[in-house]
C-alpha cells in the first residue's frame, strides 16, 4: 500500500496568514501517461463528514474559495491557504487514488494562533 | 442537489455483524460508484472498498476481504455494507461517498454512521 505522511500533524497559524501543509507519498502517484497526479486533500470540520477541496493535486473544487490550493507532483505535495480565515479551523487530509487501496494522510489540525 | 442520507448508529456485541445503508438522491443512482470509509474515535480515514450500483460489481480493501460485503438495490437508490466478525477496533464512524467521476476521489459525502463494537 502507498503510504502518505502529512507535515506537520498539527499548525497554527494567525487570521489572514499563510497555512502550507504538506503530504509525501511513499510512492509516485503521478501517471505518466495522462501526466495526472492521483492526489487530493480534504477538509473535515468536527462533527462532520470530510469535503473536498482539491482533486488531481491542484484542481480546486466548484464553490471552494481559491485561498485554497493545492501544487506538487510525483512524491511531493502541498495545500495552501493563502489567507487564513476563521472558517478554516479543520483538520485536512490527502488522499492517493493512484492505486487501490486508496490511502489516507493522518491529518494536519490547523488552528487559529 | 445530491445527498447521501445513512442509517442510524448501531452498538454491537463482538463477533456480530451490522449492516449499514446509504440512500442515494439528487441524480442518477446507477452513474457512479460508492466507496465506503471509516473512521475510529480520534483518528484518520480508511478505505474500505467500492460498489459499482448499477452492475454491482465490488472491490475491497484486503484487510477486510473476507469480512465485508457490500450491495446495492436500484428499486431503492440504496448501498449496504455489511462488515461481520466485528472487533472493538472496528468502532468507528462509517461513511459512504460517491465518486466524483470513477477516479476513486469522493465528491459527496453521507453523514456517517456510529457502529460502536460493545459486550
Known amino acids: 500500500d502507498i503510504v502518505m505522511t502529512q507535515s506537520p500533524d498539527s499548525l497554527a497559524e494567525s487570521l489572514g496568514e499563510r497555512a502550507t501543509i504538506n503530504c509525501k507519498s511513499s510512492?509516485?502517484?503521478?501517471?505518466?501517461?495522462?501526466?495526472?497526479?492521483?492526489l487530493a486533500w480534504y477538509q473535515q470540520k468536527p462533527g462532520q463528514p470530510p469535503k473536498l477541496l482539491i482533486y488531481?493535486?491542484?484542481t480546486r473544487e466548484s464553490g471552494v474559495p481559491d485561498r485554497f490550493s493545492g501544487s506538487g507532483s510525483g512524491t511531493d505535495f502541498t495545500l495552501t491557504i493563502s489567507s487564513l480565515q476563521a472558517e478554516d479551523v479543520a483538520v485536512y487530509y490527502c488522499?492517493?487514488?493512484?492505486?487501490?487501496?486508496?490511502?489516507f494522510g493522518q491529518g494536519t489540525k490547523l488552528e487559529i494562533k | 442537489q445530491v445527498q447521501l442520507v445513512q442509517s442510524g448508529a448501531e452498538v454491537k456485541p463482538p463477533g456480530a455483524s451490522v449492516k449499514v445503508s446509504c440512500e442515494a438522491s439528487?441524480?442518477?443512482?446507477?452513474?457512479?460508484?460508492i466507496h465506503w470509509v471509516r473512521q475510529a474515535p480520534g483518528q484518520g480515514l480508511e478505505w474500505l472498498g467500492i460498489?459499482?450500483?448499477?452492475?454491482?460489481?465490488?472491490r475491497f480493501a484486503q484487510k477486510f476481504q473476507g469480512r465485508v460485503t457490500m450491495t446495492s438495490d436500484t428499486s431503492t437508490s440504496k448501498v449496504y455494507m455489511e462488515l461481520g466478525s466485528l472487533r472493538s477496533d472496528d468502532t468507528a464512524v462509517y461513511y459512504c461517498?460517491?465518486?466524483?467521476?470513477?477516479?476513486?476521489?469522493?465528491?459527496?459525502w453521507g453523514q456517517g454512521t456510529l457502529v460502536t463494537v460493545s459486550s
Open positions: 461517498a460517491r465518486d466524483k467521476g470513477g477516479d476513486h476521489y469522493f465528491d459527496y
Open positions: 439528487g441524480y442518477t443512482f446507477t452513474t457512479y460508484f
Open positions: 460498489i459499482n450500483p448499477g452492475g454491482g460489481g465490488t
Open positions: 510512492q509516485s502517484v503521478l501517471y505518466n501517461s495522462n501526466n495526472k497526479n492521483y
Open positions: 488531481w493535486a491542484s
Open positions: 488522499q492517493q487514488y493512484y492505486t487501490s487501496p486508496s490511502t
